[in-house]
């Protein structure tokens, strides 16, 4: 009988597989380790991006409005307490007040992330920050900005008016949304339930399909909703920047990528 650890939050937690199991792989990044100044490497693609206005300026033209910073919860294992200062700063330095700022947890319908989680999550030094967790049991929280084939596309209220959303994510594989990041952190991030349920039944339909991950726009319709739904976000109002990365094996961003 073989036995599987995996890691558990802080812990980890040990299975045991049936004798008559065969197990051909244990997964792993294969990512080279990351560079000891990716640090600097992601603070300059905040100036330099990819798409788009650099953040600074984007800060700049929005310096009396709302910032909403949407964030992963503890089922991701980004090093938020890291990559956040290094937002934070050009946010400051725009001129833009902490009261100006708030925090979303992009939870979907995971459960609220508590105190303590978010302390370690961001780092202590950032909880007199506004934050919060995606509210997917209150409907009212949300707006409808439109509508994306038959999947009515609703979006929390706060992060719909801010002047400028800036996600901080890592792109990793996805079973049904074919990778993590970008929009999905909106969809189902901080969705409404029904939008959630309405995104999630795209996935998997075909007859004997397993898995879509990897797959991108032109096979993958919860990847064509996800960013048409982000699309309509940005039509509404405001502008959508992230700053993203992917992982090495010990969870530290090894390629880094912003823009909007």
């Not at 244990?26 to 953040?55: H, I, M, N």
């Not at 833009?96 to 609220?112: K, N, R, S, T, W």
């Not at 038959?150 to 929390?156: F, H, P, S, T, Y």
């Not at 594989?173 to 999630?200: C, D, N």
């Amino acid at each position: 009988m073989t036995d599987i650890t995996v890691p558990w939050g802080d812990e980890t937690q040990t299975f045991k597989l049936p004798a008559d199991w065969t197990v051909q792989q244990v997964a792993e990044s294969a990512q080279p380790k990351a560079d000891e100044d990716w640090r600097d490497r992601l603070a300059r693609t905040l100036a330099s991006p990819a798409a788009g206005k650099p953040l600074p300026e984007l800060l700049a033209a929005n310096r009396e409005g709302k910032v909403a910073i949407i964030l992963e919860d503890v089922t991701r294992h980004s090093p938020l307490a890291e990559v956040l200062p290094i937002v934070m700063r050009e946010v400051r330095h725009a001129g833009i007040a902490d009261d100006q700022v708030e925090l979303v947890f992009a939870c979907g319908m995971h459960p609220e992330m508590t105190a303590r989680q978010v302390a370690d999550k961001i780092g202590a030094e950032w909880t007199h920050l506004n934050f919060r967790s995606n509210a997917w049991q209150d409907g009212d929280a949300y707006e409808r900005v439109g509508k994306v084939g038959r999947v009515n596309v609703m979006i929390d209220r706060g992060v719909l008016e801010a002047d400028v959303r800036i996600i901080i994510s890592s792109v990793s594989v996805h079973l049904q949304a074919g990778f993590g990041g970008g929009y999905k952190m909106f969809f189902p991030g901080v969705a409404s339930q029904e939008t959630i349920r309405g995104i999630h039944s795209l996935g998997l339909k075909k007859k004997g399909q397993h898995q879509l991950g990897g797959t991108t726009l032109d096979t993958n319709p919860m990847r064509r909703t996800i960013d048409a739904a982000g699309a309509l976000v940005d039509a509404h109002h405001g502008t959508t920047f992230a700053v993203q990365y992917l992982l090495d094996a010990n969870n530290q961003p090894t390629a880094t990528a912003s823009g909007e």
